[in-house]
């Protein structure tokens, strides 16, 4: 197992900057997601960690010894890409043991080691088979093995589930689960996908235009996001994020935005501009002192997705899988107070605590 640090790590390319003073400290045996949209710098971050990026300045460290000049071979890592990468006339037990060649390990050793990763890995049936006649997952989990066999200090792995379809992917999430907790070695993983991050991950680090937005456990990302882009990323539906204004209300404050008014516990200044953000398991439809105007409703199975309109704002509710609810309806609404979020004009986190209105 191995630390791994990035002290003020830049990464540019020319006049472009994919990295920004990226300052992160991964366990050892952690698994961390790096997750975030298409060109916010996670991929960039990992091939920088893997050598085959130089960092444009900063130091990245294992176990505490920088490795930002330390060649790809020598940083004791193993990396599974997107593409699995398999050679294609190589059988799966050569294609897993090919790294162990390369090192000059005799073939006794290197076949009673690929017995052992084919049999963590359930592959054992197929070791004389080439990658043409595996399916996606088997293709996989055979990429992985070849990084397994190497018992490195630390695993990179690269959106390594984005080419398989929906089932697959639930089932390799639920075996990485599995192989990381057996193995208990460091696992950086990049993705863009937030349920492979929430579900696998022991904290996940989202980054958003090469910088650090929150590096937090995936509790902490969903239920405390730093600023509104990690509130507006992390989620499924999204959180609904409405614009107002604090005002002087009675003795204190109150959010508000057009005739939608949520009384301010503590905390905040009158006639600040504020984002009110609330997640749709948080709006109860049906009861509350607010009305909103159903516009569609999703059926899942397991649940209704409902949007509603509420003071010119589209809002998106979960509702019970057997509600009655009907587009055109208008239905009162209640938010759960303690559980809302409110961000400054420049999309900071505030500290505002709010009390339930109404009675509701």
Request: charged share 20%.
């Amino acid at each position: 197992m191995a630390e791994v640090t990035f002290d003020k790590v830049r990464k540019a390319f020319g006049s472009a900057v994919a990295v920004r003073e990226l300052d992160l400290a991964i366990r050892s045996g952690e698994f961390v997601s790096l997750l975030g949209p298409s060109g916010c710098g996670k991929t960039t971050t990992l091939r920088m960690l893997a050598g085959l990026e130089t960092p444009t300045s900063g130091a990245i460290s294992i176990d505490g010894t920088v490795v930002n000049e330390l060649a790809p071979a020598k940083r004791d890592i193993a990396m599974v890409f997107q593409s699995y990468a398999l050679y294609p006339h190589m059988s799966v037990a050569q294609n897993i043991a090919y790294p162990l060649k390369k090192r000059g390990v005799s073939r006794a050793d290197r076949d009673v080691r690929v017995a052992a990763v084919a049999a963590t890995l359930q592959l054992g049936a197929l070791l004389d088979r080439k990658p043409r006649q595996l399916s996606g997952g088997q293709q996989q989990r055979v990429a992985l093995g070849r990084a397994l066999v190497r018992d490195p200090r630390v695993f990179l792995l690269d959106e390594p589930l984005s080419n398989l379809d929906a089932k697959l992917r639930a089932h390799m999430r639920a075996e990485l689960i599995e192989l990381h907790r057996r193995i208990g070695k460091t696992m950086v993983y990049v993705t863009h996908d937030q349920l492979e991050a929430m579900t696998m991950s022991d904290r996940i680090a989202v980054m958003h235009d090469g910088v650090l937005q929150q590096f937090g456990t995936p509790k902490e990302v969903y239920e405390t996001p730093a600023n509104l882009f990690v509130a507006s990323f992390i989620g499924s539906p999204g959180m609904n994020l409405v614009k107002g204004e604090l005002r002087a209300a009675g003795s204190g404050l109150a959010f508000v935005r057009g005739d939608l008014s949520l009384p301010v516990a503590n905390g905040g200044t009158a006639g600040a501009a504020v984002t009110l953000g609330v997640r749709p398991e948080d709006i109860t439809l049906g009861a509350g002192p607010f009305a909103c105007t159903i516009r569609v409703v999703e059926p899942t199975g397991h649940e209704t997705i409902v949007m509603a309109e509420a003071a010119g704002e589209t809002l998106v509710a979960r509702a019970a899988p057997d509600s009655q609810l009907v587009p055109g309806q208008v239905v009162p609404f209640a938010v759960r107070a303690q559980r809302l979020h409110a961000f400054d004009a420049d999309g900071r986190r505030l500290p505002l605590v709010f009390a339930q209105s109404n009675g509701a």
